[in-house]
């Protein structure tokens, strides 16, 4: 599993809800939020870090 792991998100029509959703998955795949990068008003990209205690 790689130490970080970057996404291109776009929220679409369901505004900032798709982007938690998604945000819950990776943390349930063992990765933690490390940085949120605004490209525009509904996209985004976002990069985790793996959590040490998966590690």
């Given at each position: 599993?790689?130490?970080?792991?970057?996404?291109?998100?776009d929220t679409g029509p369901d505004?900032?809800?798709?982007?938690?959703?998604?945000?819950?998955?990776?943390?349930?795949?063992?990765?933690?939020?490390?940085?949120?990068?605004?490209?525009?008003?509904?996209?985004?990209?976002?990069?985790?870090r793996r959590n040490s205690a998966?590690?």
């Open positions: 599993m790689p130490e970080y792991l970057a996404a291109h998100f505004n900032l809800k798709s982007m938690r959703a998604f945000i819950n998955e990776k943390a349930a795949a063992g990765y933690a939020l490390h940085q949120v990068i605004e490209r525009s008003p509904c996209q985004w990209v976002l990069i985790f998966g590690s």
